[in-house]
């Protein structure tokens, strides 16, 4: 069972948008209400909730030992994975990761990975041999749209979030020490994902908004402004000038995040 | 193990494989090679080596999967086991998922699902040897494939990437190049309608950077495109030469 | 106001044929004043439509089409039929038997049973709801001897010719029974088998050679020489 956008709605929607307007009373370029909250899971070296609007998404991180990939022995290792869980949409069944959830991962790991937002070489504990593998686990916990940016906010969020433990090597083993450190982090990437609906640009996209557009396109800023991760999705498609004009519409609003989240 | 090439482009302003920057790679065409198929493709470019075929519009199964106003396109992107350097295992990976994903929705803009309701289209990718550009190369052989179906479509769609290699922007990037580049930004387009319906990126670019990427991947598009077109039309060619040299005799 | 292209040209999905106040015919589609070419195919036109006649199409049903289908299956009060298209047909058991079914004394299978061929007509279909045959007419009904082939169905009107001139004159050279089925499939009854495989080739070859010109004077050509051969033989 999916809940479907009554066509009076679209119609609604569509014709609202063509004259610079959203349902909810937002510019198109707004964002809804963001709310960010870190350590709500104290079992997780690190954590966060974020709440875009009506959507939500808890990110927890958990930092194992493992071995290091063999082209690259001298950096631990990042793994982002998602759960679209059932109890975030009646659109969501239990079971195996789908395309969707495999694709929101490997978005918001492009966007952490390319902005090199975490330093791995600190993550290494005997080169080639043993590493930190850093494990970041998105859940959606209620999808009223744009589940990519609150997840990407909520993967940075709850890295800076992470405390590792103090150790040392004692016999060729790993021995923990008391005392934490923060996570080594050397970047903020933020992600801004912009819907096209008729001819018109529309940032954060809200449910019904997602099912009413041809497509979106995301764009992930690190600190310099520069472009370290796209992905277009949905089944239409954005003429070139388009494409550029969504990538610096997404680069006003990165910057302007990034100065409210102080990042 | 390999030893990893110091630069990219050498002082000649060439790139490993001896290409100029905007270079492509060759590319070879073929449409209706897998008999069964309703349609199928067969693209070597560069060193890739991409199978591509259709089976549909037919019976959607899972019946629930079924769309009461349009086809549901469905689309699988495989790599052999022996199409890269070490071996990979037969089962889908993630990357493979989400290429999958991003293949099917490059698809979906070009074909008339909505003329058959309840029906099922099934694209299938297999990549038998692999080197940089996988995904640009299987949507170029997906779109022929369809095309050769016979399912009714608004445009062909191309693909081609570009990307950032050595302070430089180049074209078609290889997996050398990809490994150890910038960036890698692949694009697809409905040429016709200067439709962009696939774009990803990885790797790091400016705003200025990115631009020239773009542009530059949708020339290499449309030097593909042209091809695509010779290959649908070749199959039928040949048979009217044929004729006009018998009736000569 | 421009037809961009000339006629027989090839074309390809996408393609650009005509601007202006023109009508976007078979295969063709329409978009901001201007046709394109819907799938690959030769740009034919009449004053103001366009078609494109396809090179391969599937076979979509339309009322009052004579087809030739295969049983899927026996159901619970008819039959499935494979009529070579993405839709399924149904033939109900009521239409077949002439009057209502009665399921404690009618045995289906003993009818019509999976693997039959039938040629039929359609007698509905829409969107929603998967085409339905009938037998009821004269002419149609179980199909007993006799070769099939599948050709794609956009060439059935070339193997038919001008007023029927190119299936009469196949039928002529090798003696056969042909009926074509507008979803593409051909039955050929002849005397023997060798017949019914001539006239197979021929059509074959129509389909193959469909776009290009002065197909009936090779046809009739490649029957004749063969007929020839085959006399040769028996000598």
């Known amino acids: 069972m999916i809940s479907v956008v009554t066509r009076v709605k679209q119609k609604q929607i569509a014709q609202l948008i063509e004259e610079g307007k959203r349902l909810d009373g937002r510019d198109l370029t707004d ?73 929101l991962a490997r978005i918001v790991d492009r966007g952490i990975r390319e902005s090199k937002c975490i330093d791995t070489s600190k993550l290494v504990i005997e080169p080639g041999k043993q590493v930190f593998v850093v494990f970041v686990d998105i859940y959606a916990l209620n999808h009223d749209g744009n589940l990519i940016d609150a997840s990407a906010l909520a993967a940075v969020s709850a890295l800076l979030n992470t405390k590792m433990s103090n150790y040392e090597i004692k016999e060729g083993e790993v021995k923990i020490k008391p005392g934490y450190e923060q996570l080594p982090m050397k970047k903020h990437p933020i992600t801004v994902t912009t819907a096209k609906i008729g001819n018109k640009l529309v940032v954060d996209p809200n449910l019904e908004e997602e099912e009413v557009m041809d497509a979106r396109i995301s764009f992930a800023f690190d600190d310099d402004n520069n472009i370290c991760a796209i992905q277009k999705g949905g089944s239409g498609y954005f003429e070139p000038q388009q494409v550029i004009e969504a990538a610096k519409i997404a680069q006003t609003k990165a910057k302007e995040l990034r100065k409210k989240l102080n990042w | ?145 369809l095309a050769d179906s016979g399912i009714p479509m608004r445009d062909l769609v191309v693909a081609c990437a570009a990307g950032k290699v050595d302070d430089t922007i180049v074209l078609d990037l290889m997996d050398t190049e990809d490994k150890l580049g910038a960036a890698d930004v692949p694009v697809a387009l409905m040429p016709n309608l200067n439709a962009i319906t696939l774009l990803q990126m990885d790797g790091i670019l400016t705003h200025e950077e990115f631009e020239s990427a773009v542009n530059l991947a949708l020339e290499g598009c449309r030097k593909i495109y042209t091809m695509q077109k010779e290959a649908l039309k070749t199959k039928y060619v040949s048979v009217s030469e044929e004729n006009k040299e018998e009736a000569e005799e | 106001m421009p037809i961009l292209l000339e006629k027989r040209q090839l074309v390809t999905p996408g393609d650009l044929i005509a601007e202006g106040e023109y009508i976007a015919g078979e295969n063709t589609f329409s978009e901001k004043g201007k046709i394109y070419a819907a799938r690959v195919g030769i740009v034919e036109y009449e004053t103001k439509k366009i078609d494109v006649v396809a090179l ?123 009926i074509l089925g507008l979803n593409g499939v051909v039955l050929i009854t002849g005397k023997t088998l060798e017949d019914e495989e001539l006239a197979t080739r021929a059509i074959l070859k129509i389909e193959q050679e469909s776009h290009t010109s002065g197909l009936t004077d090779r046809v009739t050509q490649m029957l004749k020489e063969e007929k020839a051969k085959e006399e040769e033989n028996k000598k």
């Open chain 2, 1 to 145: 193990m390999n030893d990893k090439p110091e630069k990219l482009i050498d002082k000649k302003g060439l790139r490993l494989d001896g290409r100029k920057p905007e270079e492509l790679r060759p590319v070879k065409l073929e449409v209706g090679v897998i008999p069964n198929a309703d349609g199928s493709a067969y693209v070597e470019h560069g060193k890739n080596k991409i199978l591509a075929a259709v089976y549909g519009p037919r019976e959607v199964h899972p019946k629930h999967l079924s769309l009461q106003d349009r086809a549901v396109l469905k689309c699988r992107y495989h790599m052999a086991p022996f199409s890269v350097q070490e071996r990979k295992s037969p089962a889908p990976s993630r990357r493979e998922v989400e290429l999958s994903k991003v293949i099917k929705e490059s698809l979906e803009p070009a074909v008339f699902l909505e003329y058959y309701p309840r029906t099922m289209v099934d694209v299938f990718v297999e990549v038998l040897q692999a080197d940089g550009g996988t995904r640009c190369a299987s949507i170029t052989a997906a779109a022929l494939a």
């Open chain 3, 56 to 178: 391969k199409a599937f076979y979509v049903p339309r009322t009052g089409d004579i087809i030739i289908g295969t049983i899927i299956e026996v159901g619970f009060n008819g039959w499935t039929v494979d009529i070579n298209s993405p839709y399924i047909a149904l033939l109900r058991a009521s239409d077949v038997l002439s009057r209502p079914f009665k399921p404690q004394k009618d045995d289906l299978p003993q009818v019509l049973d999976a693997g039959d061929l039938v040629v039929a007509k359609v007698v509905s279909y829409d969107r929603t709801h998967d085409p339905q045959l009938t037998v009821a007419e004269p002419g149609l009904g179980k199909i007993t001897r006799g070769q099939i082939i599948k050709i794609t169905p956009t060439k059935i009107p070339r193997v038919i010719g001008r007023k029927g001139s190119m299936i009469s004159m196949i039928k002529q050279e090798t003696g056969c029974n042909i």
């Open chain 1, 31 to 103: 964002y809804r209400q963001m709310k960010i909250e870190q350590g709500i899971i104290e079992r997780a070296e690190g954590s966060a909730r974020v709440l875009l609007g009506k959507t939500e998404v808890v990110v927890g991180v958990k930092i194992e030992m493992g071995k290091p990939f063999p082209d690259t022995p001298n950096e631990g290792v990042l793994t982002v994975n998602a759960e679209l869980t059932p109890i975030a949409s009646p659109a969501f069944e239990p079971g195996p990761p789908g395309e969707e959830s495999i694709e």
